[in-house]
């Protein structure tokens, strides 16, 4: 079973960066897609950027353009980068395998406020 960690949540400004990570156990890692999700206050858990095992990413269109998913093979670990924030990102970030196969982790939170 993979564990996932995740990580670099925080409180920031409107209009500031966070950069994300997420620590995978298992060799499986580098074989999967993974993505990044996040559940909002009231809301349901969303994915909102993907990356193939080759390191192609997808996004969902509330994030394209101000978010970048990335991963690094060779440390089991999935990047999020999260510039130009707006308090409607705010949320807890999780990530999972694109079919979100695995047990979820604890989530990092993130809160986008003056």
């Known amino acids: 079973q993979v564990r996932l960690v995740e990580s670099g949540g925080g409180l920031v400004q409107p209009g500031g960066d966070l950069r994300l990570s997420c620590a995978a156990s298992?060799?499986?890692?580098?074989?999967?897609?993974m993505g990044w999700y996040r559940r909002a206050p009231g809301k349901q858990r969303e994915l909102i950027a993907a990356?193939?095992?080759?390191?192609?990413?997808n996004y969902a269109d509330s994030v394209k353009g101000r978010f970048t998913i990335s991963r690094d093979n060779d440390e089991n670990t999935v990047y999020l980068q999260m510039n130009s924030l707006e308090p409607e990102d705010t949320a807890v970030y999780y990530c999972?395998?694109?079919?979100?196969?695995?047990?979820w982790g604890q989530g990092t939170p993130v809160t986008v406020s003056s």
């Open positions: 298992g060799r499986i890692f580098r074989l999967l897609g």
């Open positions: 990356i193939t095992r080759g390191g192609i990413p």
């Open positions: 999972n395998s694109e079919n979100s196969a695995f047990d």
